[in-house]
């Protein structure tokens, strides 16, 4: 493997992971670092046993302190040795990547901790790590309670959420330094009527799908000439490929794992390891291009896959592929979006391409869709026009009584995206049930124009 050349550490925004011991600060460290920790250029005055490494995020270098390790060498108290060890470098922290335990729940040492971040006055992130699965989103919840701002839930260990947090940290980083000549040079911003929202890097999309569908056909007409195959990224598993691709103004990496393009092993039927090879393809992308082969209408398995991009939740694009071989094009279509619809509420309105990888023809409106689809995913709705739409939801129809008492719902509030999450606060508002919820994310669906993503809502009951 040729070595990367070192980078320079000196301008780098600097991330600080902080957190009691034993909340992963270490396997995230490891997890966004990758390979680079190796390549850090020796700068120094730098303290020793303290861990640093490079890592980038959608395309920026951040320099990267993990406070972990510290502990055990100061002799105080758990609390002071915790402090003791995150002190200085918090006092240089762009970003502090604040981390609790989701499934040990909230301890008083990550209160106190969590109290002592607060003071400090920098940007923080609060991360609920091992949240692998569905593991920990009781845990997520009490983590508001820790004044820190939303938890973001990810497993450090598996992998799950790293490539929302990297995310989630591109956004908090100060702005780039501009060289002053190109600052004279840039020309003036155009004036538009909505803030657009533009991905910051190349946007993630990965092709799934039952085996024989046409995704490896598809992956080759899209490549045509341009071909990159670029090496393992952080955040990416070490089997996995990615290839980058140019539509106009956009760039798209195709994340794929090399276990989707083997062939099934012995041990492993087709249709088994096709599924696990889309979970981890997944995790790794932002938008899932769902192929299905049109002649052959929806199986068990299209919904199968269907099922993990929402409980993975990823924007999705349903493509019709084989469409040259497809008899009477209307019937099929309907047929194929009734079945959808009728399985699974989020694949309303799902944007929707036909096309033949292997003739080549109308593939061309596939990359614009996944942009579409990208730009629903990360949509953000102003919370004015959120409770006006939600006073009229509970109008139109009262919240239910719970064991004799009516839910008192009181507000609504995006507290992320990628996907839109929403929170709904009220007394007893955790135990709103399930046909209310479906009730609410179709009405947000519909009112919102979100179609084809996911949408998370969870539910905080007030005093
Ligand atoms: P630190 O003391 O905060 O640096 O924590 P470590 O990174 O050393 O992790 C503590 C333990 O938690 C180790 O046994 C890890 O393997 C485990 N761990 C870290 N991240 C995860 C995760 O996402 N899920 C699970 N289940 N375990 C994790
Ligand atoms: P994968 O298993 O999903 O990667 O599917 P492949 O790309 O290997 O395609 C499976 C079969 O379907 C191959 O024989 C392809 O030639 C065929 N195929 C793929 N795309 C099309 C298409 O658009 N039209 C037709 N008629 N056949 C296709």
Request: charged content about 30%.
């Amino acid at each position: 493997m040729r070595p990367l050349p070192p980078v320079p550490t000196g301008d780098l925004p600097v991330v600080v992971i902080a957190g009691r011991p034993n909340v992963g600060k270490s396997t995230l460290f490891n997890r966004l670092v990758g390979r680079r920790q190796a390549l850090v250029a020796d700068t120094p005055g730098v303290t020793r046993d303290r861990k640093e490494g490079v890592a980038l995020v959608r395309g920026r270098h951040i320099r990267l302190i993990d406070t972990a390790g510290l502990e055990e060498a100061a002799p105080d108290s758990l609390f002071g040795r915790m402090r003791a060890s995150s002190e200085s470098a918090v006092q240089e922290a762009d970003l502090i990547l604040f981390c609790i335990d989701a499934r040990a729940g909230i301890t008083p040492a990550d209160e106190h901790f969590a109290q002592w971040v607060r003071r400090q006055n920098r940007p923080v992130l609060l991360i609920a790590n091992k949240a692998e699965g569905r593991q920990g989103t009781a845990a997520a919840l009490e983590a508001y309670a820790l004044g820190l701002g939303d938890p973001l839930g990810l497993s450090a260990e598996h992998g799950d959420g790293v490539t929302d947090l990297m995310w989630e940290i591109a956004e908090r980083l100060p702005p780039e330094k501009v060289e002053e000549e190109e600052e004279a040079w840039a020309p003036e911003p155009e004036l538009s009527e909505e803030e657009e929202i533009r991905p910051t890097g190349p946007l993630k999309v990965t092709i799934v799908g039952r085996p024989n569908a046409g995704k490896s056909t598809l992956l080759n007409t899209l490549l045509g000439e341009e071909r990159m195959i670029t090496g393992p990224e952080p955040g990416l598993t070490r089997d996995s490929i990615a290839v980058t691709l140019h539509d106009g103004d956009d760039t798209f990496e195709i994340v794929d794992t090399a276990g989707l393009r083997k062939k099934a092993r012995i041990d492993e039927t087709l249709e088994k390891m096709s599924v696990s090879a889309s979970i981890e393809a997944l995790k790794m992308a932002e938008v899932a291009v769902l192929v299905l082969d049109a002649t052959l209408g929806v199986h068990e398995q299209d919904l199968q896959i269907a099922r993990l991009i929402e409980r993975e939740g990823r924007a999705c694009v349903l493509a019709l592929n084989k469409w040259d071989a497809v008899e009477d094009r209307t019937a099929t279509r309907k047929a194929i979006l009734d079945r959808l619809s009728i399985s699974l509420a989020q694949m309303r309105g799902v944007p929707v391409v036909t096309f033949s990888a292997l003739t080549g023809s109308a593939v061309h409106k596939l990359l614009p869709a996944v942009r579409d689809a990208w730009t629903v995913w990360n949509a953000r709705v102003p919370t004015g026009a959120l409770n006006r739409w939600f006073e009229e939801m509970l109008e139109r129809h009262q919240p239910p009584l719970v064991d004799g008492r009516r839910l008192k719902l009181r507000y609504m509030t995006q507290v992320k995206a990628r996907p839109p999450t929403f929170v709904v606060f009220g007394t007893r508002a955790e135990q709103m049930p399930d046909d209310y919820k479906r009730y609410l994310v179709n009405g947000l669906r519909e009112e919102f124009d979100l179609p084809g993503v996911p949408i998370r809502l969870q539910t905080r009951g007030t005093k």
